[in-house]
């Protein structure tokens, strides 16, 4: 078991790696480059620490970690909190595909191993100003008038939704509809998964593992849900837009009763009631728009106060 390393500077890097000396070659490097440096030896602790402070910069040595480690890398870019950052690949050199499986597996990029440490400071140091550019201000989303963003997995959608609700007049009703909205984009759009395969799976006690198994299908490895935020004097907009063939969205926007009893095929509806003064599909049903008057706005939602 690892942790983190107590170097007191920014920005901070996760290194991922079940090898001591790789992890410690690379943790007293970047140490000595001037960033913080987080330490894990496994997938499970590095989900763990990004909970805790969510880094800028993911160093992963798949060579330390067997057959499974392009796995590792698909399951931390699925299931990291927000937005994954850049991830860097460590591979052996005899690796002819390992760009390849990278990709598929969501890293950013790759260096082939033993490691040209001036090299990897170059590429870290780009990839870095480069996240940057599309990430300044996320920590502010009230200062936000127009913000784009990309999500793959369930965690992201929800996680992203509580963000984007701090923007609007009552977060709690916003949060619902833009996490039913942004996990629909995901489930279906990224994952293929039907309505009636939703129901049948819920059925089967199996809805996990098949979730798990299509995230890992390399066809979905680069499938995202993108966010385009805009803000004015008079309303807020969210134009989401998923990569999938699209559904019939007009039998969602009110409460079936043949469907009361399921477990789920009611959120679009109570999102158009509960949390959006409009949402309007596009005719296929893979792009949405969600729009939120402003208080001060005629025609604005009256809305349950956050408690």
């Avoid at 003064?277 to 969600?290: H, L």
Wanted: with cysteine; net charge negative.
């Amino acid at each position: 078991m690892s942790g983190a390393a107590s170097f007191q500077k920014e920005p901070l890097i996760l290194v991922v790696a079940n090898d001591l000396q790789s992890r410690g070659d690379m943790s007293r490097f970047l140490a000595g480059n001037g960033f913080t440096v987080l330490e894990a030896d496994s997938c499970g602790e590095a989900l763990a620490l990004c909970a805790e402070g969510a880094p800028e910069l993911i160093l992963l040595d798949i060579s330390t970690l067997g057959s499974d480690g392009f796995k590792v890398c698909a399951r931390l870019s699925r299931e990291f909190p927000v937005t994954p950052p850049p991830i860097i690949l460590f591979v052996d050199a005899e690796d002819g595909q390992a760009q390849e499986k990278a990709n598929q597996a969501g890293a950013r990029t790759i260096i082939q191993k033993p490691v040209s440490w001036e090299g990897l400071n170059q590429k870290i140091r780009f990839l870095l100003k480069e996240n940057h550019k599309t990430t300044e201000n996320h920590e502010y989303p009230e200062k936000w008038d127009e913000a784009h963003f990309s999500i793959r997995s369930v965690e992201e959608a929800r996680a992203l939704a509580k963000k984007l609700a701090k923007l609007c007049p009552n977060p709690v009703t916003a949060a619902i509809g833009l996490a039913e909205l942004l996990v629909n984009g995901v489930e279906h759009g990224c994952l293929g998964i039907t309505y009636e395969e939703k129901t049948r799976l819920h059925e089967q006690n199996a809805w996990d593992t098949e979730l798990e198994r299509r995230f890992a299908l390399p066809e979905n490895s680069q499938k995202r849900v993108t966010i385009q935020m805009r803000r004015t004097p008079s309303e807020i907009s969210f134009h989401i837009q998923d990569p999938g063939v699209g559904f019939d969205w007009k039998s969602y926007l009110k409460i079936d009763p043949g469907r009361v009893l399921h477990k789920h095929g009611r959120g679009i509806a109570v999102a158009r009631s509960l949390s959006f003064d409009g949402m309007e599909y596009s005719e296929s049903g893979n792009k949405v728009t969600a729009v939120i008057f402003l208080e001060d706005q005629p025609g604005a939602k009256e809305r349950p106060t956050t408690p």
